[in-house]
């Protein structure tokens, strides 16, 4: 099983490094308000899978600890929120979109190895990509910006939980994290290319 997850990790990877990047968020304009936020990370693929990837690869990589596989997630929250906070000041952070579509990716493929990481270091790999995420949601905020991170803050916790379940739901279902984390990988790597 762990060559199975090798093979398929240097399969994405492969195809990672010949995509280009992609721009999910050009041209959608400026959003405000409470629902706005609510119904962002769900109109978009790359949030969906994001939001859904962390909850998954927490349950998995914490089966046996469950107070340590709300931890990961809930820091995402709080990291996209400073990013959102960076991107509505007009803070710029460089290559904001592709840094989005590779954590679909890589978040995949942690899925694929269920990789398990000490707590700091998982905490820190889903804050740099939470940043980001969140970067994209201020940087298109107008108006209310309090009920618009509270929108995306509330939907992007709800996602997280909902791929807890989908993680536990996993854990002892044959190559299932493999397939889910190599879908999830494989739409990032669509995504970069797009």
């Given at each position: 099983m762990r060559n199975q997850r090798i093979v398929?990790?240097?399969a994405l990877a492969v195809l990672a490094s010949g995509a280009g990047p992609a721009f999910a968020h050009t041209g959608i304009g400026h959003t405000s308000g409470f629902f706005a936020g609510v119904s962002h990370p769900f109109g978009g693929l790359d949030h969906l899978l994001a939001m859904l990837s962390v909850g998954i690869w927490s349950a998995l990589a914490n089966k046996n600890e469950t107070g340590r596989m709300w931890v990961a997630p809930a820091a995402f929250v709080v990291a996209m929120l400073l990013g959102a906070t960076l991107g509505y000041l007009n803070v710029a952070l460089p290559m904001v979109e592709t840094a989005i579509a590779l954590s679909v990716i890589l978040l995949g493929l942690m899925i694929?190895?269920?990789?398990?990481l000490p707590l700091a270091v998982g905490v820190l790999v889903v804050a740099v990509f939470a940043i980001s995420h969140g970067h994209a949601h201020g940087a298109e905020a107008t108006g209310s910006i309090l009920a618009y991170m509270a929108g995306f803050a509330?939907?992007?916790?709800?996602?997280?939980?909902?791929?807890?379940g989908l993680g536990?739901?996993?854990?002892n279902v044959r190559y299932a994290s493999i397939t889910a984390g190599t879908a999830i990988a494989a739409a990032g790597t669509y995504l970069l290319a797009a």
């Open positions: 398929a990790i240097a694929v190895a269920r990789l398990e509330i939907a992007t916790a709800t996602l997280h939980v909902a791929g807890i536990l739901a996993l854990t």
